[in-house]
């Protein structure tokens, strides 16, 4: 891998982490068409630790406010006692899906479904499974962040937990839940990246537990690691404050028509022998 596709990489990952278009789908894709022999391997995993990091810092005054009346209403027993300390525990009741499947379901998925077929086909049935969300969001007026209820949380993060197949997108699965569930667009989204921060840590240190040392086995490898991970939080702030202000003005079409587009020229590239499964 050179600089200049770490680079690439990260803009790739650090974009459509946040974007509701699937990171895997097109890191798998673009990392084929660079020539690199593991396209899955723990790189693309790993990088998103980057977009951690722009989610920590963008909402770094929420998490605040939520950590501490979180700890505040353990230590006083009264952990309901604020909607942040609420919001916390929805936070944890909203990734137990997700932590369920991952470590129960992890080498299946990483065996059976981890390739650009299924990704593909991913892209294009949870992009129509958004497309039926956002009909149903333009009958009713969505509720606010505050409202979210514990049954949305765990709605929300059972879909979260479809994630875990490649082309379905994280952000994707969750603003499509949340919009199902009556939030808001923007309530939606920003649930969805709150709800994405354990689960983006937890990925990104299983992985580079597990395999981070042959990514930077060599000088090469740790350069290129930095550079992804710098690039992709960049981006990925970038990513989150256009979703936001966007979905407050606008639907998810545009997020749909594109993801569309994206799994059937996947599906032709693999049909023409450019990419392979």
């Not at 505040?72 to 919001?87: C, I, L, Y």
């Not at 992009?127 to 409202?147: D, I, N, P, V, Y």
């Not at 537990?209 to 690691?225: F, P």
């Not at 981006?235 to 979703?243: E, R």
Request: proline share 4%; aromatic share 10%; with cysteine.
């Amino acid at each position: 891998m050179t600089l200049i596709e770490a680079i690439i990489l990260g803009i790739i990952q650090g974009l459509t982490e946040f974007l509701p278009i699937s990171s895997t789908a097109h890191l798998l894709a673009a990392r084929q068409l660079m020539g690199h022999e593991q396209p899955q391997d723990a790189f693309t995993t790993v990088i998103q630790l980057g977009t951690l990091v722009a989610v920590i810092y963008y909402f770094r005054n929420d998490l605040i406010r939520v950590g501490t009346s979180w700890c505040r209403g353990v230590v006083k027993f009264q952990p309901f006692h604020n909607p942040e300390a609420k919001m916390g525990w929805l936070m944890i009741l909203g990734t137990i899906p997700v932590v369920v499947v991952g470590f129960s379901l992890k080498n299946p998925i990483k065996t059976h479904l981890y390739n650009l077929p299924v990704a593909a086909f991913a892209a294009i049935g949870f992009g129509l499974l958004m497309w039926e969300a956002e009909h149903l969001a333009k009958r009713k007026t969505g509720r606010g962040e505050e409202s979210t209820t514990w049954k949305d949380a765990l709605f929300v993060g059972c879909f979260q937990a479809l994630a875990l197949i490649p082309g379905a997108s994280r952000s994707g699965t969750t603003i499509t839940a949340g919009l199902f569930a009556g939030l808001s667009r923007p309530a939606a989204a920003r649930f969805s990246f709150l709800l994405s921060l354990p689960a983006i840590l937890g990925a990104g240190l299983y992985e580079s537990y597990k395999d981070g040392r042959e990514i930077i086995s060599t000088q090469e490898g740790q350069t290129n690691l930095i550079v992804g991970l710098v690039t992709s939080a960049l981006v990925g702030y970038g990513a989150i404050h256009f979703l936001i202000e966007y979905l407050k003005k606008y639907g998810t079409e545009i997020f749909v028509f594109y993801r569309l587009l994206v799994g059937t020229i996947i599906l032709a590239l693999l049909g023409l022998g450019i990419l392979k499964a």
